[in-house]
């Protein structure tokens, strides 16, 4: 993959970050990078006073540094910044991070050379990641305690993962006869200061959640025809005089997906409408829709920004972009947005476990009593439903003043992002309970779409006659659900466009 600055894609990042897709600078980018530390170093020869070059950081920034010590400055930085504790953040994440540091020096706005660049990209392509604690962002001035792990390892110091194994930096690069990289001036607060990582947890966190999404439709889709949905509530008419996209988009996908369903054509006879968690699908998954697709937006131009400081134009500005209050605002908004989601889903699973609500038999097994059936994923749902509402809180409403209040104001984005990340997973779960109980409700009363027959087939779960370790069965769904297994056979039927 050539990257040129400015133009990454959520995609684009997940390939190199998960599946380690090769990376390569073009000579032109790196003549933009060049031309931006010739600017810089003009600057250094007259009496600029520019901050975290010549001056501290923080509340220092009124301590005037020497010449002779401005590299100094960079190394001490680096190393007083890396500051992160708790259990190291995925290796996916920080190398998402590393590759969004990455495309915003290319643009040339923050004065460093052209070998910060490529230390970064032959770590990439050498699969050498830093170890990189998840606690000690509050998201102003950017990530600064977990980008600082990153730089410790481009100057060989610290640890990283190589190969599965967590070793010492200089032991991997020796090994490796890679030279660690020798910061000069800014380059240190270059690597540093900016919204990388939180933006790296965004792009993993929401490039899954479109994913799962499409599972919740086709898992919702399954309880529809298990539960006798009509499908009036569908109808494109009611969808044109409420005309968000997102609505809209769904009720034309579920139509889709159940379009040849003779069960569901029967049940416009049978009866006027649905329970909300049936008949309204459209207007909530529709605006979880238009909330990710938003996310997505702020998201993917936040990996196209520079947003370290001070940056470098004819002239050094000190200014904000490291500030993550829009990724914070965003991904707040993401995480809230999920967590209705699974609301949903959970609500349905318990209508199909209930034979006062299903007409199926009382916890989807045909003896119940001395067989449990499905009683207890639903608890499971439930449990991570109850998690998903607590760590949607708003991460982004706090502030907690730092750098004796020079800093007053942070966004706590990071928390926002690493909250997202898990209520995305915990949603997997969620929809794999789905899958399982429709899968069970089918089994018993029958299925007709074939969108729905080609997901039982995908799920693979045959009908179950007698209690069984459950928690394995969802794992195995909640794996087809991240390696695309599923949606990959439902699409080969119909089209999910969202």
Do not use: W
């Not at 950081?57 to 930085?77: H, S, T, Y």
């Not at 599972?215 to 008419?237: C, K, P, V, Y």
């Not at 029958?446 to 779960?461: F, K, L, P």
């Amino acid at each position: 993959m050539i990257i040129e600055g400015g133009k990454l894609t959520l995609d684009d990042v997940v390939r190199v970050a998960r599946y380690g897709e090769k990376v390569e600078i073009s000579e032109k980018s790196l003549r933009i990078v060049d031309e931006g530390r010739r600017r810089l170093e003009y600057m250094l020869e007259g009496d600029a006073v520019i901050y975290g070059i010549n001056t501290g950081l923080g509340d220092l920034v009124n301590v005037k540094i020497n010449k002779k010590d401005r590299k100094k400055l960079q190394v001490n930085l680096v190393r007083s910044h890396a500051s992160g504790v708790g259990n190291a953040m995925p290796e996916e994440v920080v190398r998402a991070a590393m590759l969004i540091r990455v495309n915003s020096l290319l643009m040339g706005y923050s004065g460093v050379r052209r070998e910060v660049v490529l230390k970064l990209v032959e770590f990439l392509n050498h699969k050498i990641t830093p170890v990189v604690p998840t606690f000690g962002s509050v998201g102003a001035s950017g990530d600064l305690a977990p980008l600082a792990h990153v730089a410790l390892a481009l100057i060989g110091e610290g640890k990283v993962k190589y190969r599965g194994k967590v070793r010492d930096t200089k032991e991997v690069l020796e090994e490796l006869n890679i030279e660690p990289l020798v910061l000069e001036e800014k380059e240190g607060l270059a690597l540093l200061n900016g919204t990388a990582v939180m933006a790296a947890y965004g792009v993993i966190s929401l490039q899954d959640s479109f994913s799962v999404f499409k599972n919740a439709l086709i898992s919702a889709s399954m309880s529809f025809e298990a539960l006798h949905g009509t499908d009036m509530a569908l109808d494109e008419r009611i969808m044109m005089v409420r005309p968000h996209s997102g609505q809209t988009n769904v009720a034309r996908a579920m139509r889709e997906i159940l379009k040849d369903s003779e069960i569901v054509k029967n049940a416009r006879e049978e009866k006027v409408q649905d329970a909300y968690t049936l008949r309204c699908v459209p207007q909530v998954y529709g605006a979880v829709l238009d909330a990710l697709k938003y996310a997505k937006d702020v998201v993917e131009r936040e990996i196209n920004s520079v947003t370290d400081n001070p940056l470098i134009f004819d002239i050094p500005i000190s200014g904000g972009n490291f500030h993550g209050e829009p990724l914070a605002l965003a991904l707040d908004f993401a995480a809230i947005a999920l967590t209705d989601l699974g609301n949903m889903i959970e609500r349905r699973i318990a209508r199909l476990i209930d034979r006062n609500l299903s007409n199926l038999p009382h916890f989807l097994v045909e003896q119940s009593g001395l067989n449990s059936g499905l009683m207890i994923p639903q608890y499971t749902a439930a449990a991570l439903c109850n998690r998903n509402k607590v760590l949607s809180h708003p991460a982004s409403v706090d502030t907690i003043p730092t750098s004796a209040n020079q800093e007053d104001h942070v966004s706590m984005g990071m928390t926002s992002a690493q909250k997202l990340r898990e209520i995305v997973e915990n949603v997997k779960y969620i929809v794999a309970i789905e899958y399982m109980t429709a899968n069970q409700a089918l089994h018993i009363s029958g299925c007709s779409a074939t969108a729905v027959r080609a997901a039982m087939n995908a799920i693979g779960v045959k009908k179950f006659v007698e209690d069984t370790v459950f928690s394995e069965i969802i794992d195995s769904i909640k794996g087809k659900i991240d390696e695309g297994l599923i949606l990959r056979e439902v699409e080969r039927k119909v089209r999910i466009a969202l």
